[in-house]
Every structure is written in structure tokens, then in C-alpha cells.
């Protein structure tokens, strides 16, 4: 099977939204175009400097942004660190194996990629961003200072969501490397999303010791096997 990639294409005209929808309970809300428009307004009038626009990516976002940027550099933020922690229940998992996906959670920091986007396409291109990573407000957009070899940066975040359903708080590792086992749906499994971060962590030169401890975990485990319940 052809490995499904988010696309800018994807995202603008709706294609990827309705895979993910497809997933989906009808009790999930989604957000609405006037939603969409309305929050990425608040996030830029929020930004410490005005016309200075960065987005922190720590997972997908690292190898596949799937929006224009100007600039990109390596950066550490303070006071999150990376967390399997969002139930996956579409995309890259389904009701019947649900898989986990990453957020930020509270504490200690996070090491990543930090896209610079011109002023003058920052609605443009957030409204992209939006219609990827917050359509069913399952994470929230906080302002946090990206710290870069050129120096410190305002960056925007994708922390996890506490009130949302899809929240998994406090899963241990064995637990968290079940679920991203054996977690599959239509834009495919979470071992690869698993792998894929590990790899380009290695890659940018970032050691991420908890993805090394589940890499390990999960390749001793089977893909196929029954999912744990949530």
C-alpha cells in the first residue's frame, strides 16, 4: 500500500479533513471555517513581536510541514516536552485499533524545528497549518520563545488540549508502545509515525531518549496483534 502524505493540496481542499472526519464519532466537533479565520486572527495579535512569526514543529511537522516558510532552523522551547498523549481514533488509527499521536505536555523542553513565515503569509499560510493540526481543537496554540544557534525567536506551539476527549494523560511506556504497536487507519499506522520521528530526530543531530526507549519497545512487539483497550 502507498504511504499516505499530508499534502499542502491535501489541506486546501478539504481531502484530508474528510479522512479524518471519516474516522470520527459524530460527537467530535469540528472547527469551522469562521472558527478558523477567528483563531488564527487572536494567535497574530497575541505575538510578542509583531511581523515575527515562527512555528515550533516536534513531530510530522518536522519532515512534512506541508506550508510555505522563509527560514528554517533547529530550536529547543522550555517548559513542554514531547508526550504520546493524544488518543488516535482516525488518521493513524481507528475505533478498532486506536493508536496514540503526539502533543506537548507541561515540563522540561523539547527540542525541534522551528519555521519562520514571511509576515506577509501568515494568514495565509497558519489557515494551513489550522486546517491540519487543529480541526478538531484537539491541541491549543500557545506563544513560547524558541531558542536557536541565532538566537531566541517567538514561536507558536501545539500543546496538548486537557479538555479534549482525545486526551491520554499519564500512560506508562509499555502501555504507550501497545498502542503505537499495533494503532493503524487510513493514512497508516503509528509504528511508522513512531519511526519517522525517531529517524529525522537523528537526523537534525537531537536525541530524544524517550522515542529511543520506544523505538526499541516497539520492534520487539507484533503490529498485528489485539489492540489493549483504552
Known amino acids: 500500500m502507498k504511504r499516505y502524505r499530508i499534502t499542502r493540496e491535501s489541506l486546501l481542499d478539504g481531502s484530508h479533513h474528510a479522512r479524518i472526519r471519516a474516522g470520527q464519532g ?3 466537533r469540528f472547527m469551522t471555517d469562521e472558527e478558523r479565520g477567528a483563531h488564527v486572527a487572536e494567535i497574530l495579535a497575541r505575538a510578542p513581536r509583531p511581523g515575527r512569526i515562527w512555528l515550533f514543529g516536534y513531530g510530522s511537522l518536522m519532515w512534512n510541514p506541508a506550508f510555505h516558510f522563509a527560514e ?9 516536552h514531547r508526550q504520546f498523549c ?14 496514540l499521536m503526539l502533543s506537548l505536555e507541561s515540563g522540561g523542553s523539547c527540542a525541534g524545528v522551528a519555521y519562520r513565515i514571511a509576515p506577509e503569509a501568515a494568514v495565509t499560510e ?3 497549518v489550522w486546517r491540519r493540526e487543529m480541526s478538531s481543537w484537539s491541541y491549543r496554540p500557545v506563544w513560547v520563545t524558541a531558542y536557536t544557534r ?19 494523560p499519564g ?10 504497536a499495533t494503532g493503524a487507519g487510513l493514512n497508516g499506522s503509528c509504528r511508522e509515525y513512531l519511526f519517522d520521528t525517531a529517524e529525522h530526530l537523528l537526523e537534525l543531530g537531537i536525541r530524544d531518549r524517550g522515542i529511543e526507549a520506544l523505538v526499541h519497545r516497539v520492534r520487539d512487539l507484533r503490529p498485528h496483534e489485539e ?3 483504552p
Open 26 to 28: 459524530p460527537h467530535v
Open 171 to 180: 500512560l506508562d511506556t509499555e502501555t504507550t508502545a501497545r498502542y503505537l
Open 150 to 168: 541565532r538566537g531566541p525567536e517567538p514561536a507558536i506551539v501545539f500543546a496538548a488540549n486537557r479538555t479534549h476527549e482525545r486526551y491520554a
Open 227 to 229: 489492540p489493549p483497550s
Open 72 to 80: 528554517r532552523r533547529t530550536a529547543r522551547i522550555y517548559g513542554f
Open 86 to 99: 493524544l488518543w488516535a481514533r482516525a488518521g493513524r488509527g481507528s475505533p478498532a485499533r486506536p493508536g
Open 126 to 128: 497558519l489557515d494551513v
